[in-house]
């Protein structure tokens, strides 16, 4: 067990919709970091927030946000989902921006 | 963009065998980290070497910065090794850049 939870762990809903995933990191981490993984696209860095504060942006979508709250628990927002969505996504936690990473079970999203 | 490629793409190993990662990059990094998915899914951070070796145990990594590669060496190879090895690189302007990962299958 990494320490860092996810939900929930499936998701199914249908295109046009909006979702939101929830990250609760390590106790004492201060970054999580948010990653895809699909069949089409592999693994992707989507984006990074420490201490609350957006830090590095990967290939997020315009349709996608996040946020990192005073407790440091992180939500990722999809919307206008479409099929493509469909992937797993990753939350991973780390005391600073440059250390180990921490990850979460994942959070499987299908788009019907 | 940076191009990040691994090889093998996939590998069988009789447990008790060592191997050998390969992971080339196309641009100059900032960082590179090794990545271990196992069968469930579940990823676990092994390395984060930007530059010279590190070792953990039966895991040990060599990145060469100037020649744009790095290196996993697995030694005594056990079948909880099986999954996929991804590594990862940081750019300036790319920011973390993932190879496509190596299949591994260690058989008893």
Do not use: M
């Given at each position: ?31 999580v ?23 590095a ?16 628990h ?6 206008s ?7 797993l ?24 | ?6 090889s ?6 009789q447990e008790?065998?060592n ?13 590179l ?12 951070n ?21 020649e744009r ?5 697995i030694s005594?190879?056990q079948?909880?090794d099986?999954?996929v090895?991804?590594?990862a690189?940081?750019t300036?302007?790319?920011?973390v ?5 190596t ?6």
């Amino acid at each position: 067990d990494s320490g860092v939870t996810q939900t929930p762990k499936h998701l199914i809903t249908a295109t046009g919709q909006r979702v939101t995933l929830r990250c609760s990191p390590r106790s004492g981490d201060l970054s999580v970091y948010w990653y895809q993984q699909s069949l089409d696209q592999g693994l992707q860095f989507l984006i990074q927030y420490y201490n609350g504060e957006e830090r590095a942006k990967g290939n997020i979508l315009e349709r996608f946000s996040a946020q990192q709250f005073p407790d440091l628990h992180s939500e990722l927002n999809l919307s206008s989902l479409e099929l493509g969505d469909s992937a797993l996504y990753f939350c991973a936690s780390s005391v600073e921006g440059e250390e180990t990473q921490y990850f979460g079970p994942g959070t499987r999203l299908l788009v019907l | 963009g940076i191009q990040v490629e691994q090889s093998p793409p996939d590998l069988i190993l009789q447990e008790g065998a060592n191997s050998t990662l390969r992971c080339n990059f196309s641009d100059s990094v900032n960082n590179l980290q090794w990545f271990h998915q196992n069968p469930w899914g579940q990823l676990i951070n092994l390395f984060y070497i930007p530059s010279g070796t590190k070792q953990n145990g039966r895991l040990s990594a060599t990145t060469v910065a100037t020649e744009r590669y790095s290196l996993l060496y697995i030694s005594s190879s056990q079948t909880t090794d099986s999954g996929v090895y991804f590594c990862a690189v940081e750019t300036s302007y790319d920011k973390v850049i993932f190879g496509p990962g190596t299949s591994l299958s260690v058989i008893p």
